[in-house]
């Protein structure tokens, strides 16, 4: 399984962008997916994750209202649309998947990361 993540950019405070991340393979509604985001000299964080077949979605505090995941599977995509921008959102944002029902905030328990893409917000 492969993912590749896309859709970063430089912006400025208060504007959106949509990331998305393209599976390999078919048969994503089997995976549970989740976004994270790694800031320079910070560990890797959670930004939301999507149970298998839309159970448990979960986001972050600081992204709670702002950003929201979506799936296509008959493209085989997901997405994270995220709007009002802040210069806190910079980071390089991952997409991950793993192939069970339930999606963990721990980036740790994924399986399958795509490259990640720079999201740059300036203030």
């Known amino acids: 399984v492969q993912l590749q993540a896309s859709g970063g950019g430089l912006v400025q405070t208060g504007a959106s962008l949509t990331l998305s991340c393209a599976f390999s393979?078919?048969?994503?509604?089997?995976?549970?997916m989740g976004w994270f985001r790694q800031a320079p000299g910070k560990e890797r964080e959670f930004v939301t994750t999507?149970?298998?077949?839309?159970?448990?979605?979960l986001y972050a505090d600081s992204v709670k209202g702002r950003f929201a995941i979506s799936r296509d599977n008959a493209k085989n995509m997901v997405y994270l649309q995220m709007n009002s921008l802040e210069p806190e959102d910079t980071a390089v944002y991952y997409c991950?998947?793993?192939?069970?029902?339930?999606?963990?905030?721990?980036?740790?328990?994924?399986?399958?990361w795509g490259q990640g893409t720079q999201v740059t917000v300036s203030s």
């Open positions: 991950a998947a793993r192939p069970t029902y339930t999606a963990p905030t721990n980036p740790s328990q994924y399986n399958y």
């Open positions: 393979i078919r048969g994503t509604e089997l995976y549970s």
């Open positions: 999507f149970g298998r077949g839309g159970s448990g979605t």
